[in-house]
């Protein structure tokens, strides 16, 4: 009977060494855990670059390597995105994929996941140098950190050209000034300080007279966004000529006031967004949105994914990884 029982214990050993192992020729799978931590589930941009990490990950899985996902929505709460970072070191993830709450508590995250040794891939949002560019000394020099992006002084830039190319340059009423409103993401995060300064510095360069009759932050938000501008044109009413958006979501709420309020877009008001959602695509088309700007989330999260798999693989990788925004309206179509 003891014999019996040492055999059988030992047939249970092999089946459970056994059971991680692929049949063809006794691989065994690696698997990776990859911790991705986004700041907010419900933002429009951010919830199509989720699934694209999710969907581009799974294609590149192979018979003997997988890619375990963990998603955690940050709720837009530093706390919460801090604790999320907490557990995901505890679970010892190989690899993390960050979109930041703050910009400017990037140092505490960095430095907690970098303490930790494990390759860090921030996406979204850059966390800037004490000088306000680029070289924050967490990324920089870094072999196990890198910042995936867009360079948002681009994206501001286009949403001004798309006003210059129309045939008033935005100045619909032809007193030789364009009276705009601006309409803000998050105050702190670099992409809509860029594109509020660049969207009017393109202006302002080709000579354009301008002039800020309202600017407030509906932070990244559709519904608030339509609130913002409903309050804008019940204070200046048809003096508004252009409503400039840092995104998408907020210019769909933007379109809605201006609805509202029987304004027709190319006809009395310009609206300009980021991010070139379908919806927004659509409404270019059709003229009841000026223009947006393409935010590439297919590159941006492809180009996140591959370098996460060149850390994963113990490949060296660059400091920063830019991807080209793209201009859309009615031109972009034809």
Not at 18 to 39: H, L, R, S
Request: with cysteine.
């Amino acid at each position: 009977m003891k014999k019996l029982l040492t055999f059988v214990l030992a047939l249970m050993m092999i089946f459970s060494m056994t059971a991680c192992t692929k049949p063809n020729g006794g691989d065994e799978v690696k698997t990776y855990k990859v911790g991705v931590a986004i700041y907010r589930y419900n933002d429009n941009f951010m919830t199509l670059y989720r699934e694209e990490i999710k969907n581009y990950f799974k294609s590149l899985e192979t018979d003997k390597v997988k890619y375990e996902l963990s998603f955690v929505d940050g709720k837009d709460s530093m706390d919460e995105q801090s604790n999320q970072i907490d557990t995901f070191i505890a679970q010892k993830m190989d690899v993390i994929i960050l979109n930041l709450v703050q910009t400017s508590s990037a140092e505490v995250l960095i430095d907690k996941i970098v303490a930790a040794d494990i390759p860090l891939v921030l996406i979204n949002r850059e966390p800037l140098g004490d000088d306000g560019d680029e070289s924050y000394e967490g990324i920089l020099n870094n072999p196990k950190v890198c910042y995936v992006g867009a360079d948002a002084r681009q994206s501001g830039t286009y949403q001004g050209e798309i006003v210059l190319a129309l045939e008033d340059k935005g100045d619909i009423n032809g007193d030789g000034v364009v009276n705009y409103i601006m309409i803000m993401g998050d105050v702190e995060n670099v992409d809509a300080q860029y594109r509020t300064e660049y969207s009017i510095k393109a202006l302002v360069d080709a000579g354009v007279k301008v002039n800020c009759l309202y600017q407030d932050t509906a932070i990244w938000d559709q519904t608030k966004g339509q609130e913002l501008v409903a309050n804008a044109l019940a204070q200046f009413g048809d003096q508004i000529e252009v409503v400039f958006c840092n995104n998408d979501g907020m210019a769909l709420g933007a379109a809605q006031a201006l609805r509202d309020a029987g304004r027709t877009v190319g006809v009395d008001v310009y609206l300009l967004g980021v991010d070139a959602l379908d919806e927004c695509q659509e409404m270019v088309k059709e003229g009841t949105m000026t223009g947006t700007v393409l935010n590439d989330h297919i590159g941006q999260s492809h180009t996140a994914v591959d370098v996460a798999i060149k850390l994963l693989n113990g490949e060296a990788i660059e400091n920063y990884y830019w991807v080209d925004y793209v201009k859309v309206d009615k031109a972009y179509f034809n």
